[in-house]
């Protein structure tokens, strides 16, 4: 226990670092730091960074979001660094082959929107917000090599992705053994007291704690968290898993995507995005845990729970609404979007043109496959060809439970 005037509030800040956490690295040192900033009235500084590989956040994130908002009630400084430098090198954390590259273009599209998703979560007012390209856009290649002097390749394969992939004879590409380093000094360019994480990036926060040494800063705390199963119950949460529920989902898909998760999953949910917040609602789920309870009436208020505090408790009771009607009662929505189509003089559009041109399915292979699930009806009847001709006339499209769009086609 820490002694003087500040011990009680140093033993209380640093059990809420610690909630929810799997490890904490180097807490020792950061109640030393925490110590004599309490005393000085100075706030850590506070680093979590996410690449933008892809155009979306998901729940997964939030976990982690929500730990930094943590330190900022608690009065520190938080850092949201968005890694537009590293998206063009690609994670190769849990990978087994190597990242498909993105170019500078779909990386500050994807950028773009991280802010404006954040704010769902934090008050960005309030939070320092960094690209890693502005440091390291400007590195000269001879700060480069410096940097990666500072590890030997023999480290770097201790990794388990690293290790894994040299024993499989996967190719291992030099640019991948680069991301650790940046990922690493992006911390000693912001002189990050702590970091936060998922658990797949340990290896990579812990050499931050050794470069930064070797920059002559004080080693950073570590943070890990536990990572967010996706909602078919068994991968990590991901978008190119096709499982995740992401932070611009509408209040609609939001709820009815938590209500299809597998019921085992609702207490590994509350756990991990509860944050602190729900905390009237955990006998409920640890009832259930014990084969109590309803997990129907349960599972509405997580649903309920997550889309009120990422959409507001009229977005929650929107999302509530638009399930009992469209899912339960197996209605319609009363706010289908409508659309025009010109067939341009032919005399059909094939189904998969008609979900291609409106949007409704991600790529034209994903929309043959959900028509082969049976995912796909049109006015109400399941179709079973992708090829399926519509002609001039009015059509109710339904993909999946949640999406529909009434087509006119001229």
């Not at 994130?61 to 430098?85: P, S, Y």
């Not at 704690?209 to 967010?228: C, F, K, M």
């Amino acid at each position: 226990m820490g002694q003087g005037p500040n011990s009680a509030e140093l033993d209380r800040q640093i059990e809420a670092m610690r909630e929810g956490s799997i490890e904490f690295y180097g807490e020792a040192e950061l109640r030393e730091t925490l110590s004599k900033r309490l005393a000085d009235g100075r706030p850590l500084r506070v680093k979590l960074g996410m690449d933008p590989s892809s155009p979306d956040l998901h729940l997964g994130h939030t976990v982690v979001l929500m730990k930094l908002k943590r330190f900022m009630e608690l009065g520190h400084q938080a850092i949201f660094l968005v890694g537009d430098f590293t998206a063009r090198i690609g994670d190769p954390s849990g990978k087994k082959k190597t990242r498909p590259a993105l170019d500078e273009d779909q990386v500050r599209a994807n950028a773009a929107t991280y802010v404006d998703q954040v704010a769902k979560v934090l008050d960005v007012e309030k939070v320092e917000v960094r690209f890693n390209d502005e440091w390291m856009g400007a590195m000269s290649s001879g700060d480069m090599v410096r940097l990666c002097s500072k590890y030997t390749v023999a480290r770097l394969l201790e990794r388990d992705d690293f290790a894994k992939r040299f024993e499989a004879g996967v190719p291992i590409f030099a640019h991948e053994f680069l991301y650790p380093f940046v990922q690493a000094y992006d911390s000693v360019a912001l002189e990050a007291d702590v970091e936060l994480g998922g658990s797949d990036q340990t290896f990579n926060l812990l050499m931050a704690r050794e470069i930064q040494r070797d920059y002559g800063q004080a080693p950073q705390a570590v943070i890990t968290h536990p990572l967010l199963v996706g909602t078919d119950g068994s991968e990590k949460m991901s978008k190119s898993l096709g499982n995740s529920i992401g932070v611009s989902d509408s209040p609609e898909e939001m709820y009815g995507k938590v209500m299809s998760i597998p019921d085992s999953l609702m207490m590994n949910y509350f756990d991990l995005l509860s944050a602190g917040e729900w905390e009237a609602d955990r006998p409920a789920f640890s009832a259930l845990g014990e084969g109590q309870g309803e997990p129907m009436a349960l599972k509405h208020r997580l649903a309920q729970r997550i889309v009120e505090r990422i959409h507001g408790g009229e977005g929650a009771e929107a999302g509530a609404s638009h399930f009992r009607r469209v899912v339960q009662q197996k209605g319609v929505p009363e706010d289908v979007p409508e659309q025009t189509l010109d067939l341009g003089g032919g005399e059909a559009l094939t189904l998969l043109d008609a979900l291609d041109r409106l949007e409704m399915v991600a790529s034209r292979s994903e929309g043959r496959r959900l028509v082969q699930q049976g995912a796909v009806q049109v006015d109400g009847e399941r179709a079973a060809d992708a090829n399926q001709p519509l002609g001039p006339g009015n059509y109710l499209i339904r993909v999946g439970k949640r999406r529909y769009s009434r087509l006119t086609l001229e």
